[in-house]
């Protein structure tokens, strides 16, 4: 390049596992999106719709509702691809967002009817062993599942009931009889804990 | 106040899973405007709860596919979110390129004003000059801005002048550095590269400005990984060089 020696170079390696590389590929296929490259979209969708869905249905439970949920929320991505800003968080993140918010939107504000329906799905979702049922051949859950399992039961619990229940974190208090700043704090080290025990970098 | 900020400072775990309730989480967003280790602490938070969502990935309906792609197609695109805070006047001559002039003004001044939130005196005094350089740029007739990924990601946004020999860098969301590692600017050319000094530590994932003169004709703007202190010549590939020509 430009007057440098070429022995000399070393290209500079931060973030070059596999993870990375897919981010920064989606990245790249979103960038296309936003100039509405549909081809591009076609790659997106099939590298989100089934991330987007299984959390959407793991919130929302009903099928035929997480169905209509993933559409707006995938549609969305389509809409707003210009919006995403990659110096702001990697863009399969920037999507969970959107997904789950969107789905939190339909749970928190359906009837109470559906909410009691919510409450006895949600403690099942406080299990790990759900989460291996509804994943197949996903890299991600063998560790996912372990590093849930070296937290304490209530770290595991407010987390799990907070993330896949959509539950607010007061509503986790009431449904364990903890203290409110004792969920607000066990949420908080229990998510650190799975940062540090995933490796997660950002 | 302190019991409180801790107090707002431990919900960043709730934030990040979406378990605040409506005015509580805009009250939190509030704060993390201001409060830098949150909005990183959140960042790292988000990107875990995501690892939560990829472990519960299904197989879509079959049917979903078809339907979004469909949809897609026939629904408009949001334009880009410009930046909403107030522009330059408009002054004859650059009335073309105002808008992305602006855009990079204003960038400029979040990142000077992010600082200064900051700063001693001594620190003040040299941002305002550094300061009145950037808009000595930023309102040459000439003033041109040019932005890159670059190839480790982030963006690096370039702003020349060439009648005057001057130029401008700020960069966004540059992956951190292990330590004894710095981003070292240059103005490469052909046989001849320049150091224009090290990018300061960010701030809010953006550098601040770092300023260089003395552009020649045909000279790159580039940034390459470093020792600490910087090296006298390059030692390794560039992670963007954008032309400084019209």
């Given at each position: 390049m430009d007057g440098m020696n070429p022995r000399d170079m070393r290209a500079p390696e931060p973030g070059t596992g596999p993870q990375e590389r897919d981010d920064r590929d989606l990245d790249w296929l979103l960038a296309r999106v936003a100039r509405g490259d549909q081809t591009a979209f076609e790659q997106v969708y099939d590298r989100l719709a089934g991330p987007a869905y299984g959390l959407i249905r793991k919130v929302v439970r009903d099928p035929a509702q997480s169905e209509e949920v993933a559409q707006e929320v995938l549609l969305e991505v389509w809409r707003n691809a210009?919006?995403?800003?990659p110096s702001r968080g990697s863009a399969m993140t920037w999507v969970m967002l959107i997904a789950h918010r969107r789905a939190i939107d339909r749970v928190r504000s359906a009837s109470a009817e559906t909410q009691r329906n919510q409450k006895s799905a949600a403690v099942a979702a406080a299990s790990p062993d759900e989460v291996a049922e509804e994943v197949?051949?996903?890299?991600d859950r063998e560790r996912v599942r372990r590093c849930l399992n070296s937290l304490t039961d209530l770290q595991r619990e407010s987390i799990t009931l907070a993330y896949?229940?959509?539950?607010?974190y007061r509503q986790v208090a009431g449904l364990l009889s903890v203290a409110l700043g004792t969920i607000k704090t066990r949420i908080r080290d229990g998510l650190i804990r799975m940062r540090d025990c995933m490796e997660v970098t950002w | 106040m302190t019991l409180l900020r801790h107090d707002l400072h431990t919900l960043t775990g709730a934030y990040a899973l979406d378990a605040l309730e409506h005015a509580e989480r805009e009250r939190f967003e509030h704060h993390l405007q201001r409060c830098q280790p949150c909005s990183h602490e959140v960042r790292g938070l988000h990107e875990t709860a995501t690892r939560l969502a990829l472990a519960v990935a299904r197989v879509p309906p079959p049917q979903l596919r078809e339907r979004v792609l469909t949809t897609a197609a026939r629904t408009r695109q949001h334009p880009p979110v410009m930046d909403q805070r107030p522009a330059p006047k408009p002054r004859s001559a650059w009335i073309p390129r105002l808008a992305a002039v602006a855009a990079a003004a204003a960038v400029a001044v979040a990142v000077v004003l992010g600082i200064m939130q900051s700063a001693t005196q001594h620190q003040l005094d040299r941002v305002q000059a550094q300061e009145q350089a950037i808009e000595a740029v930023l309102t040459a007739p000439d003033a041109r801005i040019v932005s890159h990924r670059t190839s480790v990601g982030g963006t690096a946004t370039v702003v020349f002048s060439e009648a005057s020999h001057k130029m401008f860098v700020t960069t966004a969301g540059l992956p951190p550095l292990p330590a004894g590692k710095v981003y070292q600017l240059w103005l490469i050319a052909p046989g001849s590269n320049r150091s224009a000094g090290l990018l300061p530590a960010p701030s809010g994932g953006r550098t601040a400005p770092v300023l260089a003169s003395g552009l020649a004709a045909g000279d790159k703007a580039g940034v390459t990984v470093e020792p600490a202190g910087g090296?006298?010549?390059?030692?390794t590939t560039p992670i963007f060089a954008i032309p400084l020509a019209g």
């Open positions: 210009s919006r995403f800003d197949e051949a996903n890299l896949y229940g959509g539950y607010t | 090296s006298p010549q390059p030692t």
